[in-house]
């Protein structure tokens, strides 16, 4: 294998860097490769390429580790840059995204990718975006970006939009399609599933549950990031036909254990996989404050304590690492996987059938339109990175899908050009908003709150033309 330069932009955070940096360093293929570490904390960074060090040390792995908060100094000639950035303090305008909707009239809500929420965090995120993909296209032109930056498909989608960088988002959801037939099927097919309590607090644990899952079952799916279905679940050992399986034992579990996929399940037919909060931002049905579909679902608001005193625990981690306090693990999250996966699989020409990339729909789910972001099973070759074609999703799951990418692209639009007049139609266009007046406060609301985060909107930047 040649000699490579891959770059991770973002690297200095405590989760990104250790998980997308550990798989890349343990490979000896890579002897004599670059891994350029790029990010804006200089305290993370320099913690994070002294781990890099002492891995590829350990490890005998031969791997040339540098690091700049300067992007620029590395890009030339790169031949993979990885983008796992957040624009500010992450659980702070999360929170921020949160309260705005609240007293705007909106119901208690779930918005990390969707909703008023997803909206402004796509906002805040594609200035930096935008501008690391216009790096890439002057000093590393033949490169692959990628994009593991939330949220995936209105990113990737402005990268593909906006710039000519080849781009494959990656997202680790589609493994809880496959906790949840775990967790389902576990009796039936033996696979010893860990007590909730384990699955979702004990990573270790979770990994190497979905790791025997995926032994042992095949879920074919498609759709959008964070709204993807199962067109077909298999025993990999006896080729049987899962889905019949699954929904028999799903009736079995109680009633309060994943309500929103069960009703959404029975009521369209097609097993949703991407989890009850996140299919909560995609769909108008939970809304109405009346009805209150947040409490009779049982949805909850992202964690952000939680994700908060994780992070802090990684950082011990690393820190502990450092010192050989720990021993030197490489974290196997999936989509830092699958980054590994795409690097050695078109540098090695290696045809990598990987599980889910996000692409820009070439035939891939052939009723919806081509160009828009979708994610589908994909091949990895010298070719590149291209979609396994799915055929037609159900036609409701169609609909609904085809309502989110139209979203996308307003949403991207307004994003990119600062318009406030494309900003409140993308609003109104939001399965969480029925009412102009509302949309029009939410959006002075979160244009105010948020103006350092967003210059588009309160400068006369040049106009940028999509392609």
């Keep these: 294998m040649k000699n490579l330069t891959i770059v991770v932009i973002g690297a200095g955070s405590a989760s990104f860097g250790l998980e997308t940096m550990g798989m890349l360093l343990q490979d000896h293929d890579l002897a004599g490769s670059t891994l350029a570490l790029v990010d804006l904390n200089p305290d993370g960074l320099r913690q994070i390429h002294t781990l890099a060090q002492r891995m590829t040390d350990e490890w005998e792995t031969r791997i040339h580790i540098t690091s700049s908060t300067e992007r620029r100094s590395v890009l030339a000639k790169a031949d993979f840059v990885i983008v796992a950035i957040e624009t500010g303090p992450r659980e702070e305008l999360w929170e921020l995204d949160y309260q705005i909707g609240l007293r705007n009239g909106l119901a ?59 781009t494959v988002g990656l997202c680790h959801q589609v493994m809880h399609g496959y906790r949840m037939a775990g967790v389902v099927l576990s009796d039936v097919l033996g696979l010893n599933a860990p007590d909730e309590t384990t699955l979702v607090n004990d990573y270790a644990a979770q990994h190497a549950f979905e790791q025997r899952v995926m032994e042992r079952i095949s879920i074919h799916s498609a759709g959008l990031n964070h709204f993807i279905w199962a067109m077909g679940m298999h025993d990999r050992r006896t080729g049987e036909d899962l889905l019949p399986l699954f929904k028999r034992e799903l009736a079995k579990f109680p009633t309060d254990k994943m309500p929103l996929t069960r009703k959404v399940y029975d009521v369209l037919g097609v097993l949703p996989l991407g989890g009850d909060t996140h299919m909560s931002e995609y769909l108008h049905w939970l809304h109405n404050p009346q009805h209150s579909g947040w409490n009779r679902y049982h949805l909850h608001q992202y964690d952000r304590a939680k994700n908060k005193a994780r992070r802090d625990r990684t950082w011990a981690r690393i820190d502990a690492m450092i010192k050989g306090e720990e021993p030197l693990v490489a974290a196997d999250d999936y989509a830092s996987q699958g980054a590994h996966a795409i690097i050695t699989g078109i540098v090695g020409d290696k045809r990598t059938y990987w599980q889910a990339v996000n692409l820009p729909n070439d035939g891939y789910i052939s009723n919806l339109p081509d160009g828009v972001i979708v994610e589908v099973p994909g091949i990895i070759d010298s070719m590149g990175v291209k979609g396994v074609s799915v055929g037609a999703l159900p036609p409701a799951v169609a609909e609904l899908c085809r309502r989110e990418v139209a979203l996308v692209d307003m949403v991207v639009d307004a994003s990119v050009s600062g318009s406030r007049e494309l900003a409140l139609q993308a609003l109104l266009f939001d399965p969480m908003i029925d009412d102009i007046e509302m949309a029009e406060c939410l959006l002075d609301d979160y244009l105010t709150t948020h103006a350092p985060y967003l210059p588009q909107f309160s400068t006369a930047a040049e106009p940028i033309a999509a392609r």
Excluded: Q
Excluded at 135 to 146: G, H, S, T
């Design 108 to 166: 208690p809500h779930y918005a990390e990718n969707g909703g008023p929420g997803g909206f402004f965090h796509t906002a805040r995120n594609i200035p930096p975006l935008l501008a690391i993909a216009r790096d890439v296209a002057e000093l590393a032109p033949d490169a692959w970006v990628i994009n593991l930056t939330n949220p995936l498909p209105r990113l990737t989608r402005a990268i593909t939009k906006y710039t000519g960088v080849k």
